[in-house]
């Protein structure tokens, strides 16, 4: 009897000793989805045991695919943190462990071989003390191009860019007409001729994405050309984005900054009014952080 | 007409349901709702927008000045990009604000839930009350603008705050600890012809996560005084000779100062005029020296 109250004890004692150890020792960790594409995980580290003094860490990484050889850029609460570059197959994995614990708005891109740059993926996250948050399978879309702004009914359009090396570009001109399909090549180059003699006279904001076996990219749909009765050339100018105000290609402080000193005062440059109405107030502004690139 | 009564409230509670479910919502939270007199009062100002991702935010939150007074606002832990009109007291009892939010806002992730999205704070306001009596704090003029390219204007639902000021309360003080520098960031250069007729200027903003930045100085030059300055500023050296050094500071006071090398050299053209005038100098004298000489041989000669 004796024997088997002590055997219990032990049982006990044991039991307990093994639950601490899984609780509080072993590292907890979570994984969701937060969009189709992109899953975030999330590890809480063990405490430091002994007298070993363990740096606290906050960890954060991005991982996913964009072009090959391309400049990947992170932004953080809007300002240039962080650029790294992606392998030849397009992938990239970004580790940053200087952040503080704190919320923090961190916004993704990529910029092609070409200057061009994908749309940008914005994330706003707590992070914690002693956690490694994880965002993966992040797919930047292909990048998009055309070559003219306006075409002749009857000429033929080009729509180029580039994405994932042989991926397969979906391209959609219209809702109501049949997609097209196009293998980019080995470096991720992606090209279209399309025929313009069964469109009608309008304008058409061409859609792309890729897809890879299964998994499909989200969509990009940054370029728009005219069906019309003469030919225009696409040429980049300073008003290409009208919330560059400086001109630099980039939508960032120093725009922001020139908006704000021209905010609620009278006699400002046509240009800064990017509504054109009603002078210089937060809708503007509203426009210009659409565009934002940091 | 019963069932058509029926229907009709179902239709309108739905729709009421659906467009209140679509809005952004602004409110404020308080770790309590009834405070001593002389008591510190620190309310947060948030906002919520899980339907729509929305980039800029506006209002006037306005207080009681009768039953407290304004101390202080801090954005450290704010979703806020950078203030348009940074939250400052108008009218004694008026809080103006109006930002940008970059990439757009519909909740904050916390990575251990992230199906369900956080409200974001907006500013951390604190206040002293000063009187007995029952107040609360109010939006006015509240708006939000999609993250749509074509500035929005979207839903918003404003809720107020009510609280009490009884003098039979006990009143508690928090203190900030902050031994931490605002974090590094960026000076840039540049010029426009929309801005200060086409002269260089200087852009700048810093963060800190524990109090949040109390203000900034420049120096241009390295003899030059700290002055007072905010972004953008028209630089006083426009040949970009001299050194620029901005320094933030947190609402503790500690300091974080990043500094720009001259990005054009030193003008030394006077250099070549003083040696010029060097060589004009040694010329005249070989000259005059060479005369004499000449002179004093037609002395000797004569």
């Not at chain 2, 101390?71 to 939250?87: H, L």
């Not at chain 2, 009510?162 to 000076?187: G, H």
């Not at chain 2, 001299?242 to 500071?249: E, F, G, M, N, Q």
Request: net charge negative; aromatic share 12%; charged share 20%.
């Amino acid at each position: 009897m004796e024997a088997e109250k002590k055997f219990n004890f032990f049982l006990q004692t044991i039991g307990t000793w093994v639950l601490i150890w899984f609780f509080v020792f072993t590292p907890f960790s979570i994984r969701a989805q937060i969009s189709d594409l992109v899953s975030i995980s999330a590890t809480a580290l063990p405490p430091p045991r002994g007298s070993v003094i363990l740096i606290p860490s906050t960890a954060l990484t991005f991982s996913g695919r964009a072009y090959p050889n391309s400049r990947i850029i992170i932004l953080k609460n809007g300002q240039f943190f962080f650029e790294t570059k992606a392998n030849s197959k397009a992938d990239f994995f970004v580790s940053l462990t200087t952040l503080e614990p704190n919320n923090y708005k961190f916004s993704i891109y990529g910029e092609d071989n070409f200057d061009r740059i994908s749309p940008i993926f914005n994330f706003d996250l707590i992070l914690k003390r002693n956690v490694t948050t994880t965002i993966s399978g992040i797919f930047l879309p292909p990048t998009i191009e055309v070559d003219k702004i306006e075409v002749l009914k009857g000429e033929k359009v080009k729509i180029f860019g580039q994405t994932v090396p042989s991926g397969l570009v979906t391209l959609v001109i219209d809702s109501v007409l049949p997609s097209y399909e196009i293998m980019a090549e080995t470096n991720g180059v992606y090209q279209y001729l399309l025929e313009t003699t069964e469109l009608n006279l309008k304008t058409y904001i061409p859609v792309v994405k890729t897809t890879i076996e299964t998994t499909e990219s989200s969509e990009n749909s940054g370029a728009s050309f005219t069906v019309g009765k003469k030919t225009q050339r696409a040429v980049k100018t300073c008003e290409s984005i009208s919330a560059d105000l400086n001109c630099d290609g980039r939508v960032n402080l120093v725009d922001f900054s020139i908006l704000l000193f021209w905010h609620k005062k009278n006699n400002f440059p046509v240009r800064i009014n990017l509504d054109q109405q009603n002078g210089i107030n937060l809708v503007d502004f509203s426009i210009m952080v659409y565009y934002w690139t940091g | 007409m019963k069932n058509i009564k029926t229907i009709l409230f179902i239709f309108t509670f739905f729709l009421v349901s659906f467009s209140v479910v679509q809005a952004a919502e602004m409110y404020f939270v308080a770790p309590k709702t009834s405070y001593g007199i002389g008591e510190e009062m620190q309310v947060a100002f948030r906002i919520s927008s899980s339907n729509e991702k929305i980039n800029a935010i506006e209002g006037i939150v306005v207080f009681p000045n009768d039953l407290i007074d304004f101390v202080e606002v801090y954005d450290n832990n704010s979703m806020v990009t950078a203030w348009v009109e940074k939250p400052s007291l108008k009218n004694s009892n008026q809080i103006n604000f109006s930002s940008i939010i970059v990439g757009g806002f519909d909740g904050l992730i916390d990575p251990f839930q992230p199906e369900n999205k956080k409200a974001g704070t907006i500013a951390n306001f604190v206040f002293r009350t000063k009187k007995e009596g029952t107040g609360s704090f109010e939006i006015e003029n509240g708006a939000v603008y999609l993250h749509d390219g074509n500035g929005t204007r979207g839903k918003l639902i404003t809720v107020p705050l009510s609280f009490i000021v009884d003098p039979t309360l006990s009143s508690t003080e928090r203190k900030i600890l902050d031994d931490r520098p605002p974090e590094p960031f960026e000076i840039l250069i540049d010029h426009s012809e929309l801005i200060f007729n086409n002269q260089y200027f200087a852009v700048f903003q810093s963060e800190d996560v524990d109090s949040g930045i109390a203000y900034y100085k420049i120096k241009e030059g390295n003899n030059g005084l700290w002055l007072p300055v905010e972004s953008p500023y028209l630089l006083r050296n426009q040949k970009l000779t001299s050194v620029i050094k901005i320094k933030a500071v947190d609402k503790v006071g500690n300091e974080r100062i990043m500094t720009v090398s001259p990005l054009t050299p030193k003008d030394l053209s006077y250099l070549w005029y003083i040696l010029i005038a060097l060589i004009l100098v040694l010329i005249i004298h070989y000259f005059i020296d060479h005369r004499q000489k000449n002179v004093y041989n037609i002395n000797v000669y004569e």
